[in-house]
């Protein structure tokens, strides 16, 4: 049977890998916090929030279904080269220099949607892609009659 002080260091490594796991990624004046699939990635994001100056979502379709895996380019001054990452989830939080104006460029499936952000606004940007699946099943449909 596992002894208490094992039990206890257990716990405390467990809680630096989330918290390494859930920590900002990037270098300088730009930097990203991606998740939102899951209850440690929504209360990794929910901790971090207060820090960000900008918010992005990623969704496809009328009903607003989450996408992960999106190609993200920021643009913008004060910043030395573009911010580029991929987003591991459908949530992304930005750290920014405040008050600049920047390009978001977003990339799924080879379509792209940009647009511009003020960072500091306090403004979650959303970016939504058509059901691809949904325009698929309706060609099978006409395909068939």
Same mark, same amino acid.
């Given at each position: 049977?596992?002894?208490?002080?094992?039990?206890?260091?257990?716990?405390?490594?467990?809680?630096?890998?989330?918290?390494?796991?859930?920590? #900002?990624?990037?270098?300088? *004046?730009?930097?990203?916090?991606?998740?939102? /699939?899951?209850?440690?990635?929504?209360?990794?994001? !929910?901790? @971090?929030?207060?820090?960000? !100056?900008?918010?992005?979502?990623?969704?496809?379709?009328?009903?607003?279904?989450?996408?992960? =895996?999106? &190609?993200? $380019?920021?643009?913008?001054?004060?910043?030395? !080269?573009?911010? $580029?990452? /991929?987003?591991?989830?459908?949530?992304?939080?930005?750290?920014?220099?405040?008050?600049? *104006?920047? $390009?978001?460029?977003? =990339? @799924?499936?080879? &379509?792209?949607?940009?647009? *511009?952000? /003020?960072?500091?606004?306090?403004?979650? $940007?959303?970016?939504? #892609?058509?059901?691809?699946?949904?325009?698929?099943?309706?060609?099978?449909?006409?395909?068939?009659?």
């Amino acid at each position: 049977m596992p002894t208490r002080p094992f039990l206890l260091m257990l716990a405390l490594i467990s809680t630096g890998a989330l918290a390494q796991r859930y920590d #900002w990624q990037g270098e300088g *004046r730009a930097r990203y916090l991606c998740g939102g /699939v899951g209850d440690e990635s929504m209360a990794a994001l !929910q901790a @971090h929030r207060g820090e960000a !100056q900008a918010e992005l979502l990623f969704t496809q379709g009328g009903r607003g279904a989450y996408l992960a =895996d999106v &190609n993200v $380019t920021v643009n913008g001054p004060g910043l030395a !080269q573009p911010l $580029t990452f /991929v987003a591991g989830g459908p949530s992304c939080l930005l750290q920014l220099p405040a008050g600049g *104006r920047y $390009t978001v460029a977003a =990339d @799924h499936g080879g &379509n792209t949607r940009s647009q *511009r952000i /003020v960072a500091g606004g306090g403004k979650r $940007t959303v970016f939504n #892609w058509p059901d691809s699946t949904a325009r698929a099943d309706a060609a099978a449909d006409i395909a068939v009659e």
